[in-house]
């Protein structure tokens, strides 16, 4: 019952810096999507892939570049650091991009990102 | 500035009390989403609801889809301490791309 993994779970870095969130799903979804949580902020989207293969922006893309490797996989990367992104970090999948039961997201557990 | 305000921000009840928390836009939605969230977990789908006007019950929890289908609530029942966590709504754009308000964080004491 793994669902959607996110890795790692805990993330300190220096500004500057560069890094990889891992994102796998399991559940043979062909959608997912990266979203960042702020307090008082709620939850904002990133970047999104409808399908393998295919990658847009979200709400906030700038900062962030994503590669959907395969079906299961969705990676975002932060070529630079700042402290700006300091955040949670969520990946989420679905079935499809329709509105309906069949294209519920889930969620995994997530990703804290401190970029000091 | 949120495209989707949810209020209160913040619920301390006692065991046994109702509630309802609010999610407001000046937008129209395809669908509303709410979600419960517990620390260190990703958020959990509740209910989504599609049709203005809509109501769905989930044993206490009660959500309405206001009919211009811009608003919605949210409507617990005898709250009880394992309703504690943060209540998120959402609207659903095309693409199945969501739109989340800030939260509702409710703690209920017993």
């Known amino acids: 019952n793994a669902g959607v993994t996110q890795t790692p779970k805990f993330q300190v870095l220096k500004t500057g810096q560069s890094m990889t969130l891992q994102c796998a799903q399991d559940m043979n979804h062909n959608s997912m999507y990266w979203y960042r949580q702020d307090p008082g902020m709620g939850l904002r989207l990133i970047y999104y892939s409808a399908s393998e293969g295919t990658t847009d922006k979200g709400e906030v893309p700038n900062g962030y570049n994503v590669s959907r490797l395969n079906k299961r996989e969705f990676s975002l990367r932060l070529e630079s650091a700042a402290p700006s992104q300091t955040s949670v970090y969520f990946c989420?999948?679905?079935?499809?991009?329709?509105?309906?039961?069949?294209?519920?997201?889930?969620f995994g557990a997530g990703t804290r990102l401190s970029v000091l | 500035t949120q495209l989707l305000e949810q209020s209160p921000q913040f619920l301390s009840i006692q065991e046994g009390e109702n509630l309802t928390v609010y999610c407001n836009s000046s937008?129209?939605?395809?669908?509303l989403q709410w979600y419960r969230q517990e620390p260190g977990e990703g958020p959990v789908l509740l209910v989504t609801?599609?049709?203005?006007?809509e109501v769905k019950k989930l044993k206490r929890l009660t959500f309405q889809f206001g009919d211009a289908r811009k608003d919605s609530s949210l409507h617990i029942t005898a709250a009880q301490p394992g309703d504690t966590g943060l209540y998120l709504c959402a609207g659903g754009r095309e693409g199945n791309k969501l739109v989340f308000g800030a939260g509702t964080i409710l703690r209920v004491k017993s």
């Open positions: 989420a999948s679905s079935e499809g991009t329709g509105i309906g039961a069949k294209n519920i997201q889930y």
């Open positions: 609801v599609v049709t203005g006007g």
């Open positions: 937008s129209v939605f395809s669908s």
